[in-house]
């Protein structure tokens, strides 16, 4: 399986259980957070942003925060 295979995996996977996937991102993003020094959220934030834009949720736009 190439690496477009496995995009297009995630992006049936994120399409067809978003509250799911955007579960792990906020998950996965408050543990790298918790971990890595202040400085670096921003960066942290901007990256889970491109995973959800990449995987076709959209950005800050679906968050409730």
Do not use: C, S, Y
């Amino acid at each position: 399986m190439g690496f477009d295979d496995a995009l297009n995996k995630a992006k049936d996977f994120a399409n067809d259980n978003p509250d799911k996937v955007e579960q792990g991102l906020d998950g996965a993003t408050e543990q790298v957070k918790d971990r890595a020094p202040d400085n670096v959220d921003g960066h942290v934030d901007k990256g889970a942003d491109a995973a959800r834009d990449r995987l076709g949720l959209g950005g800050d736009d679906n968050k409730d925060n």
